[in-house]
T-cell receptor, first 112, second 112 residues
Framework: DQQVKQNSPSLSVQEGRISILNCDYT??????FLWYKKYPAEGPTFLIS?????DKNEDGRFTVFLNKSAKHLSLHIVPSQPGDSAVYFC???????????FGKGTRLHILP | KAGVTQTPRYLIKTRGQQVTLSCSPI?????VSWYQQTPGQGLQFLFE???????NKGNFPGRFSGRQFSNSRSEMNVSTLELGDSALYLC???????????FGPGTRLTVL
């Protein structure tokens, strides 16, 4: 049973446009969500997070939106840059549960 | 501050053998988590250690085990290797499990 789903294995976006990566979760007990970015041959790096008490968190070009009623979150990258080409993992956890559940990842290609 | 280091970076083993992977966390970090990354399953949680105690365990068979030393360094052992164990094994450290996790570059294990 996959509790965190990233239904798009890959996404291609023109440089300068907006990239939108989506993530759905099934466990309504999750209250903290994270996005990680991974380049080949490197470990994932933390990008941005959001607590369930918020519906938006912004950090520079990156914004995460949380829709609790739909159990959906999205990561917006604007404007997209070539260095954004990577695999993006969505993750979720319930504080106190001590386990972070990751999605399978979405590979983002930024086209010149 | 030095990041998370993992050794070795690459390993080739044959079925039935065993393997030990090592992870050195960021200085001061007491939580170490291990993940298995495969193309089909994304990042899957193996186990987490904190102050030499295993606090959490994912849904992996008993062939996967680990330990943590007093200096927070951690090892992961896989016995009786199977072809399906071929994966990238990632280690992540944090001050505590709820904090941002910092990932190492991973160990690429190939089982022939």
């Amino acid at each position: 049973d996959q509790q965190v789903k990233q239904n798009s294995p890959s996404l291609s976006v023109q440089e300068g446009r907006i990239s939108i990566l989506n993530c759905d979760y099934t466990n309504s007990m999750f209250d903290y969500f994270l996005w990680y970015k991974k380049y080949p041959a490197e470990g994932p790096t933390f990008l941005i997070s959001i607590s369930s008490i918020k519906d938006k968190n912004e950090d520079g070009r990156f914004t995460v939106f949380l829709n609790k009623s739909a159990k959906h979150l999205s990561l917006h990258i604007v404007p997209s840059q070539p260095g954004d080409s990577a695999v993006y993992f969505c993750a979720a956890t319930k504080r106190g549960d001590d386990k972070i559940i990751f999605g399978k990842g979405t590979r983002l290609h930024i086209l010149p | 501050k030095a990041g998370v280091t993992q050794t070795p970076r690459y390993l080739i083993k044959t079925r039935g053998q065993q393997v030990t992977l090592s992870c050195s966390p960021i200085s001061g970090h007491r939580s170490v988590s291990w993940y298995q990354q495969t193309p089909g399953q994304g990042l899957q949680f193996l186990f987490e250690y904190f102050s030499e105690t295993q606090r959490n365990k994912g849904n992996f068979p008993g062939r996967f085990s680990g330990r943590q030393f007093s200096n927070s360094r951690s090892e992961m052992n896989v016995s009786t290797l199977e072809l399906g164990d071929s994966a990238l094994y990632l280690c992540a450290s944090s001050l505590d499990y709820y904090n941002e996790q910092f990932f190492g570059p991973g160990t690429r294990l190939t089982v022939l």
